[in-house]
């Protein structure tokens, strides 16, 4: 629901539909009111409130920190800003492995404090309990497989995943898994362009890729990095389509001038 209590246009149903007519999905991440108003309002279907956001807005070298709390923080002010987008909010790490019904009461949390659309959480077959008690609870759930950062530590490395015959397999099944448990789209990151179109034709529900070539049903980027508010990452698969860091240091340089120089405020903009 928007703030002004109407349906939101895209719905996990639309989605789907989307993918049926080959129509692709645009979804992007926002972390905050003003960007979310923003994206929005430019036509992304998706708004996903990542647990990137301990990267980019935190400054943590992984996603492992954020915490519930913070996610909730972040997805409230979100949510204030979006009139049509599906808004999807990530489970941080540590809130839904291991235990269903503590991944019930975090996915519930979300839902309530937050008003967001979804959950999206990180992984196949072994958080399949978890993600069956939060869909009975009637929360729409989108899967994530392939490059999971909340695994850091477990794969040591943010490289491409599935690689190899076994873990493409092992994917290939979670995916079938998750659509059978009524997930209703899975991201797919990092994992090479063949698997992913192999997965995508396999499923009927939609899947989200995020350095996964052109074959998937949607695309999804971290929005600091692809307006080059971030400049300290540049995998292959980022395309910037803007240099903000440039644009926002000249401007921050210009206004730190000014006010030394004491041109800033000059006589039509005082009272
Ligand atoms: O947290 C995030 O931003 C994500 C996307 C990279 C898919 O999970």
Redesign the pocket.
């Given at each position: 629901m928007s703030v002004a209590g109407a349906v939101r246009a895209v719905t996990t149903l639309r989605l789907t539909e989307m993918k049926q007519r080959g129509e692709k999905i645009a979804m992007l991440?926002s972390y905050d009111y003003s960007t979310a108003k923003i994206v929005d309002a430019a036509g992304v279907d998706v708004i996903?409130v990542?647990?990137?956001a301990a990267n980019v807005m935190h400054g943590y070298e992984s996603?492992l920190p954020i915490t519930l709390d913070m996610m909730i923080y972040h997805a409230r002010s979100v949510v204030r800003g979006v009139n049509r987008a599906l808004v999807v909010v990530?489970l941080p790490f540590g809130t839904y492995q291991g235990n269903s019904k503590v991944a019930l009461d975090s996915a519930v949390r979300i839902m309530k404090e937050t008003e967001a659309d979804a959950v999206?959480m990180e992984g196949g077959e072994e958080i399949l309990e978890s993600v069956q008690r939060i869909l009975s609870a009637g929360i729409p759930v989108m899967g994530?497989l392939g490059l999971t950062?909340q695994s850091i530590h477990k794969f040591g490395t943010y490289s491409v995943r599935a690689k190899e015959e076994a873990e493409a397999a092992k994917l290939i099944s979670d995916a079938h898994i998750l659509e059978d448990a009524g997930c209703f789209a899975i991201?797919l990151?990092k994992i090479p362009a063949t698997l992913a179109e192999k997965v995508s034709k396999e499923l009927r529900i939609p899947t989200i890729g995020?350095g996964a070539g052109g074959g998937v049903d949607g695309q999804?980027l971290?929005v600091h990095d692809m307006l080059g508010i971030t400049n300290d990452f540049s995998p292959r698969f980022l395309r910037r389509y803007a240099d903000l860091n440039s644009v926002m240091s000249n401007a921050i340089s210009n206004y730190v001038s000014d006010v030394k120089n004491q041109d800033f405020p000059n006589e039509k903009e005082q009272y």
């Open positions: 991440t996903l990542g647990d990137s996603t990530d999206k994530h950062p991201v990151e995020i999804v971290v």
